[in-house]
């Protein structure tokens, strides 16, 4: 993929206020943990999360998509209609039907010609997003559009605490494949991209490349479609160390089709956003791509895994914290299950 009349002119992110700890997390899973006699702190000793957020109780998911779109809008310096294209590409969504991209064209009062629909990728959904809107872009299709997500962790964490609480059968091994659901936090994101006639920012974006393993797109699943709302009951199991190593194998396949596609080197990126999993797959993945890992924004420590809006959000918090001046090149490093990996070059 290369893109030559394609600029982002806005990356922007809303948190949740509400912080709960690793800690806190174990005491919920108290009678786990005393059954079983494992000890605290192996949470975060495993993950690296000293924390995640959750939205307040009753959040819907188009609600904070919203509210991180006005932001990028706002940032971007344009009006609701200028904007051609709406997707939303979270996982978590306000219903199964219709698309929760409806409910935020409501809340941002987007035209009525403005194009809109949900993407599912799971955790690379926006970059799924940006590609389909780039793609419009580039081919005279739309001006301006934006691409949003909002994920809420709220109902899936909660959810597993309870079962592995109520069930007395399950042994240290059976929990393993429940422990990425505990590493997930809430956020929201949004995207403005437009075509480079009409850009204020100038911020391009080049182009990328997407490689899939879908053999192995059993090695994390969610068990029901219903929505990510409070009332929901979604569960995740997670093969995570065989999830890890062919995730690991994709990611650096695709990288050098990156690396070949855009002309680039391993050093040509001044700084790399990667989806946020934890600690172990940090180290693992820059070592597999031999990558310098001091060039890496992470947000992870604090934030947790926010699916599909971890990548994005971690571009604009780093962006935010100065680790992107003008004319630097960054690479957005997207990893989902799936398995499927999309890694986007950007010149700043």
């Avoid at 993407?119 to 940006?130: D, E, K």
């Avoid at 050093?267 to 990558?291: I, K, M, S, W």
Wanted: hydrophobic share 40%; aromatic share 6%.
């Amino acid at each position: 993929m290369r893109y030559t009349d394609v600029c982002i002119e806005a990356f922007s992110y809303l948190l949740p206020s509400r912080i709960v700890t690793s800690g806190t997390i174990e005491k919920w899973l108290k009678p786990l943990y005393d059954r079983l006699g494992l000890p605290e702190g192996r949470l975060e000793l495993i993950s690296g999360i000293k924390e995640r957020r959750f939205w307040q109780d009753g959040t819907m998911p188009s609600e904070v998509s919203a509210l991180a779109g006005q932001r990028a809008i706002e940032q971007a310096g344009l009006t609701p209609d200028d904007l051609e294209c709406l997707f939303h590409c979270a996982v978590s969504r306000d219903f199964v039907e219709p698309a929760t991209s409806t409910a935020v064209h409501r809340r941002l009062g987007l035209p009525a010609r403005a194009l809109n629909f949900d993407i599912s990728n799971a955790c690379l959904g926006v970059l799924s997003g940006m590609i389909m809107l780039a793609n419009m872009i580039q081919l005279g299709q739309a001006q301006a559009g934006i691409v949003v997500a909002g994920e809420n962790a709220n109902s899936l964490v909660k959810g597993t605490v309870e079962r592995l609480n109520q069930d007395a059968a399950l042994t240290r091994r059976d929990i393993k494949s429940h422990f990425a659901s505990l590493t997930i936090g809430s956020a929201a994101t949004a995207v403005v991209l437009t075509h480079r006639s009409c850009s204020r920012a100038g911020h391009r974006l080049l182009g990328g490349m997407h490689s899939a393993c879908t053999d192995h797109n059993h090695l994390c699943r969610g068990s029901e479609d219903s929505g990510m709302t409070d009332a929901s009951s979604p569960e995740m199991r997670t093969d995570g160390e065989e999830l890890l190593r062919r995730g690991l194998d994709v990611a650096a396949e695709t990288w050098d089709l990156t690396k070949a596609e855009l002309g680039w080197a391993d050093d040509t990126p001044r700084t790399f956003f990667c989806h946020q999993v934890g600690r172990t797959h940090r180290e693992q993945l820059y070592a597999r791509l031999n990558l310098d890992m001091a060039r890496d924004f992470s947000t992870f420590e604090h934030l947790g895994n926010c699916g599909s809006a971890s990548l994005p959000l971690t571009a604009a918090m780093g962006i935010e914290a100065g680790r992107v001046e003008r004319g630097d090149r960054f690479a957005l490093l997207g990893i989902g299950s799936g398995i499927n990996c999309t890694m986007l070059g950007i010149e700043w």
